[in-house]
C-alpha cells in the first residue's frame, strides 16, 4: 500500500486497517516460528506498513 492510498484512507478506515495488518503480522510471525515462510521480508514490510499507518493516523 503507498502513501497516497493511506493519506486517501479515512481515521476510521486506518484504525481498521491497523488491526487487521497487526493481525497478519502475528500470524507471519508464528508461521515463521513453526517453519520459516519462503519471504521473510513479508515481516518486515508488514511492520512498515503499519508503521505508516500509524503515521497516518496520528498526522489525522
Do not use: D, G, V
Not at 8 to 27: C, D
Not at 31 to 59: D, F, G, V, W
Amino acid at each position: 500500500m503507498k502513501n497516497t492510498e493511506i493519506q486517501s484512507l479515512s481515521a476510521s478506515e486506518i484504525a481498521e486497517r491497523i488491526s487487521a495488518e497487526k493481525t497478519n503480522l502475528s500470524k507471519l510471525q508464528f508461521a515463521h516460528s513453526i517453519s520459516p515462510i519462503e519471504n521473510p521480508n513479508r515481516i518486515r514490510e508488514t511492520k512498515r506498513l503499519i508503521a505508516r499507518l500509524k503515521t497516518a493516523l496520528a498526522s489525522k
